[in-house]
């Protein structure tokens, strides 16, 4: 990591407010990303140096929120385009802004995932398969980023300790 980075944590209040903020139908999901150009971004200008490049920005989640990065970086692509995606949340939504985006050739991810994600129980009690709604996020994304790494853990199921061993190698990726 470069010796002059931020890094700042958003918290969320409580879990339901995830599916909120962070889902691609996430009803305060557009709220939530001008939150982080209009707000937090000026906010932090003001209190230290900021490189002004896009390409300078780097927004990081896991699940719910690593699909949040991806549609921040896509609707606002003059803001944000570096994303690092733990497992994101993928649906017919998501896949479809991937489509239909004409600044995929700007950005730089690093989208890794658990290869033990196909039956996991999401908060609202569905049982999810994150390994195949991944793998069709893979194939929207492969070739069309300016830079790409995409990468499945082995043994690995849909939670932080998975995806923590993974973030030096995100952060280097992004930073080297």
Not at 15 to 40: C, M
Not at 111 to 117: I, Q
Not at 159 to 166: D, G, I, L, Q, R
Request: glycine share 4%.
């Amino acid at each position: 990591m470069c010796p002059d980075t931020i890094v700042v944590g958003v918290p969320y209040p409580r879990v339901s407010t995830r599916r909120l903020w962070y889902a691609p139908l996430g009803e305060q999901k557009d709220d939530y990303i001008r939150f982080l150009k209009d707000e937090l971004l000026p906010f932090l200008s003001e209190r230290y140096h900021l490189l002004g490049s896009a390409e300078a920005r780097l927004l990081l989640g896991d699940s719910l929120s690593a699909s949040l990065t991806l549609m921040a970086c896509i609707q606002e692509p003059d803001t944000f385009q570096r994303a690092v995606m733990f497992s994101p949340y993928v649906d017919d939504t998501l896949l479809s802004l991937v489509a239909n985006s004409d600044d995929l050739h700007r950005f730089t991810v690093y989208h890794t995932l658990g290869n033990k994600e196909d039956d996991v129980k999401a908060t609202d009690g569905r049982i999810l398969d994150f390994v195949t709604m991944n793998e069709q996020l893979h194939a929207a994304l492969d070739g069309t980023l300016k830079h790409y790494q995409y990468k499945v853990i082995e043994a690995g199921n849909h939670t932080w300790f998975t995806w923590a061993p993974e973030l030096p190698h995100a952060l280097e990726y992004h930073w080297s």
